[in-house]
């Protein structure tokens, strides 16, 4: 079992910066492809980035590319999301996931962190 614990989230103006973190215990993420995905209040939640466990490879939405990046430290078995120019729209509960292969659907998943951003 994997656990996740998002933090870094906050209130922040519209053009603002946020990076937030996701530390994993349990077991090691460095052989998981982990992501990021965001739930606005009446919305579905959606995916927004992942990475791959060495880190090569990462996929971000298109409405948050040039603006989001997904990294990853695995000797700090943590991943982190920087958020810059940030928008209204970007509001929502940010989760962490990980998952054994890109073929299997995320099994693990953190409680969530509250992005808010006032225009």
């Known amino acids: 079992q994997v656990q996740l614990v998002e933090s870094g989230g906050g209130l922040v103006q519209a053009g603002g910066s946020l990076r937030l973190s996701c530390a994993a215990s349990g077991r090691t993420l460095s052989k998981y492809n982990v992501g990021w995905f965001r739930q606005a209040p009446g919305k579905e939640r959606k995916f927004v980035a992942d990475i791959s466990w060495s880190g090569d490879s990462r996929f971000h939405l298109d409405s948050v590319k040039g603006r989001f990046t997904i990294s990853r430290d695995n000797a700090k078995n943590t991943i982190y999301l920087q958020m810059n120019s940030l928008k209204p729209e970007d509001t929502a509960i940010y989760y962490c996931?990980?998952?054994?292969?890109?073929?299997?659907?995320?099994?693990?998943w953190g409680q969530g962190t509250q992005v808010t951003v006032s225009s």
């Open positions: 996931a990980a998952r054994e292969t890109i073929e299997r659907p995320f099994a693990f």
